[in-house]
């Protein structure tokens, strides 16, 4: 059968898309923020879609708008288009701008209010996203559970049957992201359990709604709270018991089968900036011991076991191109380098290698980071940091040993 063929428009955006997808960081930046100055993005927004994975790495400042506001907290649940299916717990990227849309309608005039508040603002500005948001999401999953098809659903390049159910389940979990961004916070990054009765409250609230929302906040859940899988189900009893232990098991398959992937425990660490990290491993780390625990099907075994070798696979290659592309460069790009920058990564990269002995490393690192100071020690006395600045790199990356050998080599070249 014969095929229709790609509109001119098309072709010209995918062949400027290549182009983009192979532009250095500097780029990348200036490619970004131009993107973000539109008023109306339309097809621009196709040009960036390579580099979202670089993005993730880069992590700039992005220009808080409305709709980022709004979907802040589903972020780990949001996908390409391409790769979206009407029965995955997930959103498709483009159906992004039209929900909003009917949350705009819904909520009228007191829109102006929030825009107000974030003008200006970037996605840097935690504490705000945290406290407007959470006046936000509760009023805007409520009105987006029953809102009508948006003329801008057309543009998503979705049916209009799909959506009527995807809003409800989105609107279902937004309406909880307030009680769970508090939950989430009161385990001070992961440091203390939460809350097994609040958390089975709005567990509850989503079944209420919608059941078929379950599986997108369980996603959630173990991916900001990896600690709390074993609490899942835990003491809930009847048909509201089973449904949600049969989702728990569904989710936690599905996502052991994206993390062995070849694209996926290695590539998620890869792609996160390198300060985030090992935040990024402890979590995974994490949801594998709690998942572990107890009795444990052999085929889940075998999963957690591969999942296991893609971590530390991802954990070698992400302090390896740390080290070389925001470490070693700086120092050996010439000039005066900020010591300050190059300390919080030298710090970031101790924080990774922490996490990463933790989840099964080895000795790769010792060697990583002495061929690293060996690096600093080495540096020409003259037009880089200063003796100072270096020792106290060498020692942030080596450890006090390092440094001080490196402080009675000065003493016995006097």
Known sequence: MATEPTPPRNREI???????????????MRIVATVDAMSARGS?????????????????????????????????LIVPAGRWRPNQPAIPRTALVPLADCVRAAMGPEIGAIEAAIDGRTTADSDLIAARGRLLWPVAGTRLIAAALPASWSETGLGDAIFASLARRTGAVLAQMAA??????????????????TLHAILREIAGTDESALPMMVTLLLHRL?????????GQTGAHGAALKETADQTVDRMLEQLARKEGAAAEVAATSLEEAGAAVRRIATLLRRLEEGTVKPARRAQLKTVRQQLDAGCRMRFATGLRDEVLAGLQAGGSPDIRVLETAARDLRALETEARAAGGGSAYDLMLRQAADAVKALPAEGGPGRTDRIRLVEILAGSDAALAMLDERRDNR
């Not at 990896?226 to 835990?234: E, K």
């Open 226 to 234: 990896p600690q709390a899988a074993a609490l899942l189900a835990a």
């Open 14 to 28: 995918r062949a400027v898309s290549r182009d983009v997808a192979g532009a250095d960081n500097a780029r990348v």
């Open 44 to 76: 621009a927004d196709e040009l960036i879609a390579p580099l979202r994975p670089r993005l993730a790495v880069l992590r700039p400042p992005r220009p808080l708008r409305f709709v980022r506001l709004l979907f802040h907290p589903l972020d780990p």
């Open 180 to 197: 769970f961004d508090r939950l989430c916070a009161e385990t001070v990054q992961g440091l203390l359990p939460p809350r097994a009765d």
